[in-house]
C-alpha cells in the first residue's frame, strides 16, 4: 500500500476564500500493484485548486432536485430527479432560458429515474441537428434492468424540445446500480457500481434500436479490489470520460459524506487526483461535472462553478 500526501500551502479560492497559512495535509491511501515497503510515502506539492463562481442557484433552481447535466456550445442541460424536466443553462449570459418538462411517456422504463450521469455522446439523430444525441443514466433498476435513456434535443424559435429516441438496458439485480458514460471511437462505458466493476462496451448506434447490453457483450473488464470513493460508502454522482480516464464527482456533504472529485485511471486503476471540495469553501452536494470551453465545470445546489487548477484540459 502507497500513501500519497497532498500538501496544500496557502489555500486560496480565487473568488470567495480568504487565504490560509496554515499547511494542509491530505493523506490518501491508493491501492497499487506493486506496493512499496510499509511506511514508503510520496510527498507531491501540487498547485492551489480553487474555483470561480459562474452562476448562484437559486430556489427556482433547486426543485425538483438537480442532478447530472452536460454542455454542448453554449448551453448546458440539466436533469432532475425522476426525469421530469431539464433546466436549460445559456452559460455565456449565465443565466436560466428555459425549463423543459418531460411528459410521463418520455421517462423511460424506470420511474425512479435518477439522472446521475447525464453525457452527450458523438452521434446526431439528424444531420441537421445542433446537438448530438445525450444519455441520461437511471442509476435505480426496474423489471431486473437498470438502463440508459437516450434524448434527441431540438431548437425551433429559440424553444428546447426533447424526445426520447432509444432505451439501452442492463440486467441487474436489485443490489445493483450502474451509470453509462459514452466514450471515443463508438465505445461507452458501463459502471457497476455496487460490483466494483467497469464494462469496455460497444456504444449502440441510433439504428440498432431499443437494445440490451449484458456481461457478454464486454470487450474489457476492469475490476477493483480497492473501491473508488462512487463505488463505496459515498453516494454516486456525475461523470465523464476523458482520454482513457473516468472523471468523476460523489458524495452528499449533508449526510455526513466526503464530497470529491476524482481522476481514475483505467489503465492502472489508480485514483490520480483527489480534491476534497470541502477544502477549497465548495460545501453543497455536488450535482453535475462537464466541460465547456475547455475548461471543467461542477454544478453544486447552490451555484455553478468553474474548476480551477484541478487538471489540465487538452
Known amino acids: 500500500m502507497k500513501r500519497l500526501v497532498l500538501a496544500f500551502f496557502s489555500l486560496v479560492c480565487p473568488i470567495l476564500l480568504a487565504s490560509c497559512q496554515e499547511k494542509i ?5 491508493i491501492q497499487t500493484d506493486n506496493p512499496g515497503p510499509e511506511g514508503e510515502v510520496e510527498e507531491i506539492i501540487v498547485k492551489q485548486p480553487g474555483f470561480e463562481e ?8 433547486r426543485t425538483p ?14 436533469f432532475v430527479t ?29 420511474p425512479s429515474c435518477h439522472c446521475n450521469t447525464v453525457c452527450f455522446g458523438n ?9 448530438p444525441l445525450i444519455y441520461v443514466s437511471t442509476g435505480y433498476a426496474a423489471g431486473g434492468y437498470t438502463g440508459a435513456l437516450v434524448y434527441r434535443i431540438t431548437q425551433h424559435n429559440d424553444l428546447f424540445f426533447i424526445t426520447l429516441v432509444q432505451t439501452i438496458r442492463f440486467p441487474v439485480d436489485k443490489s445493483s446500480w450502474t451509470e453509462f458514460i459514452p466514450g471515443d ?14 464494462f469496455k462496451v460497444t456504444l449502440p448506434k441510433l439504428k440498432d434500436g431499443d437494445v440490451t447490453i449484458t456481461r457478454d457483450d464486454a470487450i474489457e473488464a476492469y475490476q477493483f479490489s480497492q473501491p473508488p470513493d462512487w463505488m463505496s460508502t459515498s453516494r454516486n454522482q456525475d461523470r465523464l470520460f476523458l482520454n482513457g480516464k473516468i472523471l468523476y464527482i460523489s458524495g452528499v456533504p449533508q449526510s455526513g459524506e466526503a464530497s470529491v472529485f476524482v ?18 469553501g465548495l460545501t453543497q452536494e455536488p450535482e453535475s461535472l462537464f466541460i465547456w470551453q475547455g475548461d471543467l465545470y461542477v454544478a453544486f445546489v447552490d451555484k455553478i462553478v468553474k474548476l480551477v487548477n484541478f487538471i489540465d484540459i487538452p
Open 54 to 61: 459562474i452562476i448562484a442557484l437559486t430556489a427556482q433552481h
Open 65 to 78: 432536485h438537480p442532478q447530472g447535466g452536460d454542455s454542448w456550445g453554449s448551453f448546458f442541460f440539466q
Open 263 to 280: 481522476v481514475l485511471n483505467l489503465e492502472t486503476l489508480e485514483r490520480e487526483t483527489i480534491i476534497d471540495f470541502k477544502k477549497i
Open 123 to 131: 452521434e446526431y439523430y439528424d444531420a441537421e441537428d445542433i446537438f
Open 82 to 110: 425522476n426525469n421530469s424536466l431539464v433546466r436549460v443553462y445559456d452559460l455565456s449570459t449565465k443565466t436560466l432560458v428555459q425549463t423543459v418538462n418531460i411528459g410521463s411517456s418520455e421517462r423511460g422504463f424506470v
Open 185 to 198: 471511437d463508438g465505445i461507452a462505458y458501463l459502471c457497476y457500481t455496487t460490483e466494483r466493476v467497469v
Open 25 to 29: 495535509e491530505w493523506v490518501i491511501d
